[in-house]
């Protein structure tokens, strides 16, 4: 049986390990070495930490009764307007639990924390490679160029353009 909850401090390196072997593993050979380190960076340990006890973010995971088998976090955005929104940052299943449902049962959570807290649209910006799971579920997107700039762990500033879909899924109707 696969439960749901907020994730916890204790839960950081295996949602680490988890992000960073899903993702690497089955695109390492596409990112260039700058991506890999960026990567590699943004979902440490010591980053998924500070993602569990910030307050303007939110992480849920799904857990077996051996290990950790999913992982959504969200995070708030006040870019959106004056009343801002929350945002998918990530949202990560193990291979071994692909296909079950967990991506739904974790968007579940994410719209629900988003209803809560009084929003009608939560954003996401997917991958091309997982574009067309959040189109089936009636997420609506557009593609844009964005700058990004990020600080690494060794102090290493990483920019690049990205050219990202922003996705957004209105809840109104669920509200």
């Known amino acids: 049986m696969i439960n749901l909850r907020n994730a916890e401090l204790g839960d950081a390196q295996q949602i680490s390990e988890m992000i960073q072997g899903n993702f690497l593993g089955r695109y390492y050979e596409h990112l260039t070495p700058a991506e890999r380190k960026l990567y590699v960076s943004a979902n440490s340990e010591k980053n998924i930490s500070g993602k569990i006890v910030d307050e303007t973010s939110k992480m849920f995971v799904a857990e077996n009764t051996a290990s950790l088998c999913g992982v959504l976090l969200l995070n708030f955005d006040n870019t959106r307007g004056a009343n801002g929104g929350w945002r998918i940052r990530r949202l990560h299943t193990h291979p071994d639990y692909a296909r079950l ?75």
């Open 101 to 175: 449902g967990l991506a739904d049962r974790l968007l579940d959570m994410a719209y629900m924390q988003t209803i809560r807290g009084g929003h009608t649209k939560l954003y996401a910006e997917p991958t091309a490679e997982v574009e067309r799971f959040f189109r089936e579920r009636g997420w609506q997107g557009y593609l844009t160029k964005k700058l990004s700039s990020m600080t690494l762990d060794d102090g290493t500033i990483y920019t690049t353009t990205i050219k990202k879909m922003i996705a957004r899924k209105n809840l109104r109707g669920l509200c």
